[in-house]
């Protein structure tokens, strides 16, 4: 489509973006009321109110109630660094997720008996509704919610054994290649799968984003012999991350 051709809100819209993301209109600057986008660009109030909507769910604007429409600050992407396996020596499994040595990471996890649906099931190679054990990750740095994650592990493998709880026991912690070594399993293969959506109102807010925002999605599963016995699904801001992946050549 042709620039003349686009809809009346997505020029205005385009234009406000390009004013945002040359720093003429920079964080915390009140955008301009509906009744100025309307005289300045000489459109009606229904495209104003259609462009300011465009740029709110871009991520580049929010609204500050009673008070108007302000720039939103961009924050600075990290990086979520996807590696081989690293011995727990180095680092715990969240800290060698981290590209930057100087960030502190920590977290927080709930465990709990679930049945698996078809989704996890599948990743697993287990019926629907066996019994998983899944635990729920808040992860932080410095403080700050940065990667939410959920992880399914089959209790045909890992149930009434030492490692059955990811947090608990002995190996609490070291991750699923460290903890499946002490039941006698080999960890030798992982598949990652990399996505985005839009991210579930609980996500974002748990992550401290705004409504409508898009998460990357990373689908691990670890495998030991060609049996599946961990899968997870890691989430982060896709405003906020970016993937890097760091392979070995054999």
């Not at 990086?79 to 727990?88: E, K, M, N, S």
């Not at 006698?184 to 996500?203: F, I, W, Y």
Request: charged content about 25%; some cysteine; aromatic content about 6%.
């Amino acid at each position: 489509m042709a620039f003349g051709d686009q809809p009346a809100y997505l020029r205005v819209a385009g234009d406000l973006r390009q004013k945002i993301v040359a720093g003429e209109l920079p964080p915390h600057t009140r955008l301009p009321s509906q009744a100025r986008i309307r005289e300045q660009y000489g459109v009606s109030d229904t495209v104003a109110l259609e462009a300011r909507k465009v740029l709110m769910a871009e991520g580049l604007v929010e609204g500050r109630s009673g008070s108007g429409t302000y720039v939103r600050e961009q924050p600075v992407p990290r990086t979520l660094v996807r590696t081989g396996y690293r011995p727990a020596g180095e680092s715990t499994p969240f800290r060698q997720e981290q590209a930057d040595s100087r960030v502190k990471g920590t977290w927080e996890s709930r465990s709990e008996q679930v049945p698996a649906d078809a989704a996890v099931a599948r990743r697993l190679r287990i019926a629907t509704g066996d019994r998983t054990m899944r635990t729920d990750y808040v992860f932080r740095a410095q403080g700050e919610p940065v990667m939410l994650s959920t992880s399914w592990e089959p209790l045909s493998v890992t149930g009434r054994t030492p490692v059955m709880l990811p947090e608990e026991g002995p190996l609490a912690g070291r991750g699923v290649v460290e903890r499946m070594a002490a039941i006698d399993l080999v960890v030798d293969n992982v598949a990652e799968e990399v996505g985005a959506r839009p991210g579930l109102a609980e996500e974002v807010l748990a992550l401290g984003g705004v409504p409508g925002h898009c998460v990357v999605v990373v689908t691990r599963t670890y495998f030991a012999g060609g049996c599946p016995v961990e899968t997870a699904e890691i989430v982060a801001l896709a405003d906020r991350y970016r993937v890097a992946y760091h392979l070995p050549v054999k």
